[in-house]
Protein backbone atom coordinates (compact mmCIF):
# COMPACT_ATOMS: atom_id res chain seq x y z
CA UNK A 1 0.00 0.00 0.00
CA UNK A 2 1.15 3.45 -0.83
CA UNK A 3 2.00 6.19 1.94
CA UNK A 4 -0.32 8.10 0.79
CA UNK A 5 -3.14 5.53 0.38
CA UNK A 6 -1.78 4.27 3.93
CA UNK A 7 -2.31 7.34 5.26
CA UNK A 8 -5.69 8.14 4.60
CA UNK A 9 -6.55 4.47 5.68
CA UNK A 10 -4.88 5.43 9.13
CA UNK A 11 -6.75 8.75 9.49
CA UNK A 12 -10.42 6.36 8.73
CA UNK A 13 -9.23 3.37 11.17
CA UNK A 14 -8.86 5.61 13.58
CA UNK A 15 -12.06 6.32 15.13
CA UNK A 16 -13.02 2.35 15.03
CA UNK A 17 -9.60 1.83 17.12
CA UNK A 18 -8.87 -1.13 15.14
CA UNK A 19 -5.11 -2.60 15.93
CA UNK A 20 -2.73 -2.17 12.48
CA UNK A 21 0.54 -3.59 12.02
CA UNK A 22 2.71 -2.04 9.20
CA UNK A 23 4.85 -4.19 7.63
CA UNK A 24 8.05 -3.73 5.47
CA UNK A 25 11.99 -3.35 4.69
CA UNK A 26 13.96 -1.07 6.53
CA UNK A 27 14.13 2.82 5.85
CA UNK A 28 10.64 3.02 4.12
CA UNK A 29 9.20 5.91 6.35
CA UNK A 30 6.44 3.38 8.70
CA UNK A 31 7.50 5.32 11.69
CA UNK A 32 7.40 8.58 10.12
CA UNK A 33 3.50 7.89 8.70
CA UNK A 34 2.38 7.06 11.61
CA UNK A 35 3.45 10.19 13.68
CA UNK A 36 2.36 12.18 10.84
CA UNK A 37 -0.98 10.80 11.17
CA UNK A 38 -1.65 11.95 14.80
CA UNK A 39 0.05 15.06 14.01
CA UNK A 40 -2.80 16.06 11.23
CA UNK A 41 -5.32 14.07 13.49
CA UNK A 42 -4.16 16.55 16.53
CA UNK A 43 -4.03 13.69 18.91
CA UNK A 44 -1.71 12.11 21.49
CA UNK A 45 1.12 10.18 20.21
CA UNK A 46 3.60 7.53 22.13
CA UNK A 47 6.27 5.52 20.71
CA UNK A 48 7.96 2.81 22.35
CA UNK A 49 10.88 1.08 20.77
CA UNK A 50 10.23 -2.58 21.51
CA UNK A 51 13.24 -4.00 20.76
CA UNK A 52 15.08 -2.04 23.88
CA UNK A 53 12.05 -3.23 25.88
CA UNK A 54 11.64 -6.13 28.73
CA UNK A 55 8.50 -7.17 30.08
CA UNK A 56 8.74 -5.64 33.19
CA UNK A 57 8.47 -2.39 31.31
CA UNK A 58 4.87 -2.94 31.19
CA UNK A 59 4.35 -3.45 34.96
CA UNK A 60 5.78 -4.94 38.00
CA UNK A 61 4.26 -6.40 40.97
CA UNK A 62 4.87 -3.97 44.01
CA UNK A 63 3.63 -4.30 48.16
CA UNK A 64 1.41 -1.40 48.42
CA UNK A 65 1.52 -1.32 52.13
CA UNK A 66 -1.53 -3.77 52.42
CA UNK A 67 0.29 -7.20 52.46
CA UNK A 68 -0.75 -7.85 48.85
CA UNK A 69 1.44 -7.17 45.67
CA UNK A 70 -0.25 -4.95 43.00
CA UNK A 71 1.61 -4.00 39.93
CA UNK A 72 2.76 -0.56 39.02
CA UNK A 73 2.70 0.60 35.70
CA UNK A 74 4.95 2.22 33.33
CA UNK A 75 4.61 6.45 33.22
CA UNK A 76 4.18 6.27 29.29
CA UNK A 77 1.22 3.78 29.11
CA UNK A 78 -2.46 5.88 28.82
CA UNK A 79 -4.95 4.12 30.87
CA UNK A 80 -8.23 5.34 31.56
CA UNK A 81 -7.53 7.36 35.08
CA UNK A 82 -4.68 9.49 33.67
CA UNK A 83 -5.89 12.63 33.33
CA UNK A 84 -2.35 14.11 32.63
CA UNK A 85 -2.07 11.97 29.16
CA UNK A 86 -4.81 13.42 26.39
CA UNK A 87 -8.11 11.50 25.94
CA UNK A 88 -7.12 10.49 21.97
CA UNK A 89 -4.05 9.50 20.68
CA UNK A 90 -2.11 6.49 18.74
CA UNK A 91 0.17 4.16 20.47
CA UNK A 92 2.96 2.82 18.89
CA UNK A 93 5.19 0.23 19.16
CA UNK A 94 7.93 0.68 16.63
CA UNK A 95 9.91 -2.52 15.25
CA UNK A 96 7.28 -4.32 17.42
CA UNK A 97 8.47 -7.49 14.95
CA UNK A 98 11.70 -8.05 16.67
CA UNK A 99 10.52 -8.62 20.08
CA UNK A 100 10.50 -12.12 21.66
CA UNK A 101 7.44 -13.82 22.20
CA UNK A 102 6.92 -12.51 25.63
CA UNK A 103 6.55 -9.08 25.06
CA UNK A 104 4.25 -10.21 21.91
CA UNK A 105 1.86 -11.92 24.77
CA UNK A 106 1.84 -8.72 26.93
CA UNK A 107 0.96 -6.69 23.57
CA UNK A 108 -1.63 -9.31 22.27
CA UNK A 109 -3.28 -8.83 25.93
CA UNK A 110 -3.44 -4.51 25.23
CA UNK A 111 -4.72 -5.15 21.21
CA UNK A 112 -7.70 -7.26 22.50
CA UNK A 113 -8.30 -6.83 26.00
CA UNK A 114 -7.62 -2.69 25.54
CA UNK A 115 -5.94 -3.36 29.05
CA UNK A 116 -2.51 -3.43 31.06
CA UNK A 117 -2.63 -5.40 34.06
CA UNK A 118 -6.25 -4.88 34.95
CA UNK A 119 -5.62 -0.70 34.01
CA UNK A 120 -7.96 -0.16 31.00
CA UNK A 121 -6.66 1.85 27.81
CA UNK A 122 -7.98 5.07 27.29
CA UNK A 123 -10.90 4.88 24.78
CA UNK A 124 -10.05 7.30 22.54
CA UNK A 125 -6.90 5.22 21.82
CA UNK A 126 -5.33 3.12 19.11
CA UNK A 127 -2.53 0.84 18.72
CA UNK A 128 -0.23 0.81 16.13
CA UNK A 129 2.82 -1.66 15.78
CA UNK A 130 5.60 -1.19 12.94
CA UNK A 131 7.93 -3.79 11.90
CA UNK A 132 10.50 -5.66 9.15
CA UNK A 133 9.72 -8.82 7.67
CA UNK A 134 11.56 -12.07 8.72
CA UNK A 135 12.67 -12.06 4.65
CA UNK A 136 14.28 -8.52 5.46
CA UNK A 137 17.00 -10.21 7.70
CA UNK A 138 16.80 -7.34 9.85
CA UNK A 139 15.86 -9.24 12.98
CA UNK A 140 12.33 -9.70 12.88
CA UNK A 141 10.32 -12.88 15.11
CA UNK A 142 7.62 -14.49 13.92
CA UNK A 143 4.56 -12.76 15.02
CA UNK A 144 2.67 -14.93 17.27
CA UNK A 145 -0.35 -16.61 15.77
CA UNK A 146 -3.07 -15.20 18.25
CA UNK A 147 -1.62 -11.61 18.19
CA UNK A 148 -1.58 -11.51 14.09
CA UNK A 149 -5.06 -12.81 14.13
CA UNK A 150 -5.86 -9.36 16.66
CA UNK A 151 -4.54 -6.86 14.14
CA UNK A 152 -4.65 -6.02 10.40
CA UNK A 153 -1.64 -6.06 8.51
CA UNK A 154 -0.83 -3.38 5.85
CA UNK A 155 2.71 -3.92 3.89
CA UNK A 156 4.17 -0.33 2.43
CA UNK A 157 5.00 0.01 -0.66
CA UNK A 158 7.86 3.38 -1.37
CA UNK A 159 6.37 5.00 -4.45
CA UNK A 160 8.32 7.28 -6.15
CA UNK A 161 5.73 10.25 -5.68
CA UNK A 162 4.64 10.12 -2.56
CA UNK A 163 8.64 9.95 -1.69
CA UNK A 164 9.18 13.16 -3.65
CA UNK A 165 6.40 15.35 -2.09
CA UNK A 166 7.70 14.56 1.61
CA UNK A 167 11.01 15.44 0.49
CA UNK A 168 9.97 18.49 -0.81
CA UNK A 169 7.88 19.28 2.34
CA UNK A 170 11.01 18.43 4.37
CA UNK A 171 13.92 20.05 2.30
CA UNK A 172 15.57 17.45 0.82
CA UNK A 173 17.99 18.58 -1.17
CA UNK A 174 16.91 19.44 -4.52
CA UNK A 175 19.64 16.91 -5.73
CA UNK A 176 18.64 14.16 -4.03
CA UNK A 177 15.28 14.49 -5.51
CA UNK A 178 16.60 15.08 -9.19
CA UNK A 179 18.81 12.09 -8.80
CA UNK A 180 16.21 9.79 -7.42
CA UNK A 181 13.71 11.31 -10.39
CA UNK A 182 16.45 9.73 -12.70
CA UNK A 183 17.40 6.63 -10.80
CA UNK A 184 13.65 5.69 -9.44
CA UNK A 185 15.21 2.10 -9.05
CA UNK A 186 17.57 3.08 -6.25
CA UNK A 187 15.00 4.76 -4.38
CA UNK A 188 14.60 1.56 -2.13
CA UNK A 189 16.51 -0.75 -3.62
CA UNK A 190 16.76 -3.09 -0.36
CA UNK A 191 18.81 -6.82 -0.65
CA UNK A 192 19.12 -8.64 2.85
CA UNK A 193 22.20 -10.11 1.03
CA UNK A 194 24.21 -6.51 0.69
CA UNK A 195 25.60 -4.81 4.14
CA UNK A 196 24.54 -1.66 3.00
CA UNK A 197 21.08 -0.64 1.01
CA UNK A 198 19.55 2.58 -0.16
CA UNK A 199 16.43 3.50 1.39
CA UNK A 200 14.14 6.48 1.46
CA UNK A 201 15.96 6.45 4.91
CA UNK A 202 19.16 6.41 4.53
CA UNK A 203 19.30 9.04 0.62
CA UNK A 204 17.48 11.51 3.43
CA UNK A 205 20.05 11.01 6.67
CA UNK A 206 22.90 9.56 4.86
CA UNK A 207 23.14 12.19 1.47
CA UNK A 208 21.21 14.83 1.89
CA UNK A 209 21.65 15.70 5.30
CA UNK A 210 25.57 15.19 4.55
CA UNK A 211 26.26 17.39 1.32
CA UNK A 212 27.82 20.49 2.38
CA UNK A 213 28.98 18.77 6.05
CA UNK A 214 31.92 16.54 4.91
CA UNK A 215 34.74 17.61 3.52
CA UNK A 216 34.71 17.23 -0.99
CA UNK A 217 37.33 14.29 -0.70
CA UNK A 218 35.15 12.27 1.99
CA UNK A 219 31.97 12.97 -0.07
CA UNK A 220 31.99 9.39 -1.87
CA UNK A 221 33.25 7.55 1.36
CA UNK A 222 30.56 8.87 3.14
CA UNK A 223 28.00 8.30 0.20
CA UNK A 224 29.25 4.59 -0.05
CA UNK A 225 28.85 4.06 3.49
CA UNK A 226 25.02 5.20 3.39
CA UNK A 227 23.37 4.03 -0.12
CA UNK A 228 26.46 1.19 -0.76
CA UNK A 229 29.32 1.28 -3.10
CA UNK A 230 27.32 0.97 -6.41
CA UNK A 231 24.51 3.51 -5.65
CA UNK A 232 26.99 5.95 -4.05
CA UNK A 233 29.20 5.56 -7.05
CA UNK A 234 26.11 7.29 -8.82
CA UNK A 235 24.76 9.76 -7.05
CA UNK A 236 28.30 11.28 -6.78
CA UNK A 237 28.91 11.24 -10.14
CA UNK A 238 25.08 13.18 -10.76
CA UNK A 239 26.47 15.25 -8.33
CA UNK A 240 29.45 16.14 -10.06
CA UNK A 241 27.07 17.09 -13.11
CA UNK A 242 24.98 19.19 -10.95
CA UNK A 243 28.02 21.29 -9.82
CA UNK A 244 29.22 21.89 -13.17
CA UNK A 245 25.77 22.94 -14.30
CA UNK A 246 24.94 26.25 -16.59
CA UNK A 247 24.47 29.17 -13.79
CA UNK A 248 20.79 28.30 -12.80
CA UNK A 249 20.67 32.33 -12.51
CA UNK A 250 21.77 32.71 -15.99
CA UNK A 251 19.32 30.84 -17.21
CA UNK A 252 16.64 32.66 -15.21
CA UNK A 253 18.05 35.90 -16.74
CA UNK A 254 17.91 35.01 -20.28
CA UNK A 255 15.80 32.17 -21.13
CA UNK A 256 14.98 32.67 -24.26
CA UNK A 257 18.92 31.96 -25.51
CA UNK A 258 20.50 29.77 -22.75
CA UNK A 259 21.29 26.68 -24.01
CA UNK A 260 19.21 23.83 -23.38
CA UNK A 261 21.04 20.39 -22.09
CA UNK A 262 20.03 17.26 -24.51
CA UNK A 263 21.65 14.54 -21.78
CA UNK A 264 18.68 13.17 -19.32
CA UNK A 265 21.20 13.61 -16.44
CA UNK A 266 22.07 16.78 -17.01
CA UNK A 267 18.17 17.56 -17.62
CA UNK A 268 17.06 16.37 -14.83
CA UNK A 269 19.95 17.64 -12.46
CA UNK A 270 19.03 21.28 -13.66
CA UNK A 271 15.29 20.72 -13.46
CA UNK A 272 15.82 20.89 -9.48
CA UNK A 273 17.89 23.65 -9.38
CA UNK A 274 15.89 25.65 -11.50
CA UNK A 275 12.79 24.22 -9.07
CA UNK A 276 14.76 25.11 -6.37
CA UNK A 277 15.77 28.92 -7.50
CA UNK A 278 11.91 29.75 -8.51
CA UNK A 279 9.87 32.41 -6.99
CA UNK A 280 6.77 34.68 -7.80
CA UNK A 281 8.89 37.00 -9.34
CA UNK A 282 11.13 34.84 -11.26
CA UNK A 283 8.43 32.14 -12.00
CA UNK A 284 7.42 33.51 -15.73
CA UNK A 285 11.30 33.34 -16.71
CA UNK A 286 11.33 29.71 -15.80
CA UNK A 287 8.48 28.75 -17.28
CA UNK A 288 9.99 30.46 -20.70
CA UNK A 289 13.26 28.43 -20.23
CA UNK A 290 11.25 24.88 -19.30
CA UNK A 291 9.18 25.45 -22.46
CA UNK A 292 12.35 24.56 -24.16
CA UNK A 293 13.23 21.75 -22.31
CA UNK A 294 11.28 18.23 -24.19
CA UNK A 295 8.33 17.54 -22.79
CA UNK A 296 8.64 15.66 -20.00
CA UNK A 297 11.31 17.25 -18.78
CA UNK A 298 9.00 20.55 -18.57
CA UNK A 299 6.65 19.00 -16.71
CA UNK A 300 9.31 17.75 -13.79
CA UNK A 301 10.25 21.76 -13.60
CA UNK A 302 7.12 23.12 -13.42
CA UNK A 303 5.49 20.35 -11.33
CA UNK A 304 8.46 20.26 -8.82
CA UNK A 305 8.52 24.03 -9.07
CA UNK A 306 4.62 24.79 -8.02
CA UNK A 307 5.08 21.43 -5.41
CA UNK A 308 7.79 23.45 -3.41
CA UNK A 309 6.14 26.96 -3.73
CA UNK A 310 2.03 26.48 -3.80
CA UNK A 311 1.41 29.84 -4.94
CA UNK A 312 3.14 29.30 -7.70
CA UNK A 313 0.13 27.05 -9.29
CA UNK A 314 -1.95 30.21 -8.91
CA UNK A 315 0.78 32.42 -11.04
CA UNK A 316 -0.17 33.45 -14.67
CA UNK A 317 2.85 31.77 -16.09
CA UNK A 318 1.59 28.46 -14.39
CA UNK A 319 -1.92 28.44 -15.77
CA UNK A 320 -0.56 28.92 -19.34
CA UNK A 321 1.99 26.24 -19.17
CA UNK A 322 -0.69 24.06 -17.92
CA UNK A 323 -2.70 24.59 -20.64
CA UNK A 324 -0.01 23.96 -23.38
CA UNK A 325 1.00 20.56 -21.72
CA UNK A 326 -2.94 19.55 -20.62
CA UNK A 327 -1.68 16.56 -22.63
CA UNK A 328 1.47 15.25 -20.92
CA UNK A 329 -0.20 16.15 -17.40
CA UNK A 330 -3.81 14.99 -18.08
Known amino acids: MRATLLKDTLRKLFPTKRTVAIEGSPGGGKTTIVQQVAQELGVGYIEKHMPTMLVEDFGILYPNGDDMLHYKLPDWFPSEDRTDISDEGILCFDDRNQANADLQKVLANICQARNLHGKALKKGWMVVSTGNRQSDRAGANRVLSHLRNRETVFELETHLDDW ?17 RFRTA ?19 EGISDMIGVVPPSAEYETFKGAVGEGAGAEFMGFLQIERKLPNPDAIIKAPTTSDVPTDPATLYAL ?46 AFTKWAINHQDVLF
Open 271 to 316: CGALADRATADNFDKVVVYAERMPAEFSVLCVSYASRKNVDLASHQ
Open 164 to 180: TTWAIDNAVKPVVISFI
Open 186 to 204: LLHDFDPQRDVNPSPRSWV
